[in-house]
């Protein structure tokens, strides 16, 4: 079995920061991309950013140069630091993880995590 843990969620000011983390434990043979995906209110699940075992990234244009993605692979955990934020960042924000459980296995799967809440006050 293979679980996903996210925290750092919470209620900040506009303009303010917050860092979410995320780890995967269980079964895990290999990660290959991490990342975060976000659904507000009414509207469908959206990538935040992603980050792959190697460290290449990619950014969805509303949070480029504000957020920033970043990865242990020792400790299979992917960080995402968000700054500047404004009210069009209150979303629950999910962890995403492409998994091999085992060498044998042929094919990766997706995991998620349970969301965490992020409140953007003006």
């Known amino acids: 079995q293979v679980q996903l843990v996210e925290s750092g969620g919470g209620l900040v000011q506009t303009g303010g920061s917050l860092r979410l983390s995320c780890t995967a434990s269980?079964?895990?043979?290999?990660?290959?991309?991490m990342g975060w995906y976000r659904q507000a209110p009414g509207k469908q699940r959206e990538l935040v950013a992603a980050?792959?075992?190697?460290?290449?990234?990619n950014y969805a244009d509303s949070v480029k140069g504000r957020f920033t993605i970043s990865r242990d692979n020792a400790r299979n955990t992917v960080y995402l630091q968000m700054n500047s934020l404004n009210s069009e960042d209150t979303a629950v924000y999910y962890c995403?993880?492409?998994?091999?459980?085992?060498?044998?296995?042929?094919?990766?799967?997706?995991?998620w995590g349970q969301g965490t809440q992020v409140t953007v006050s003006s």
């Open positions: 995403n993880a492409n998994i091999r459980v085992g060498p044998s296995e042929r094919f990766n799967y997706d995991y």
């Open positions: 269980g079964n895990i043979y290999t990660i290959h991309v």
């Open positions: 980050i792959t075992s190697s460290g290449s990234t």
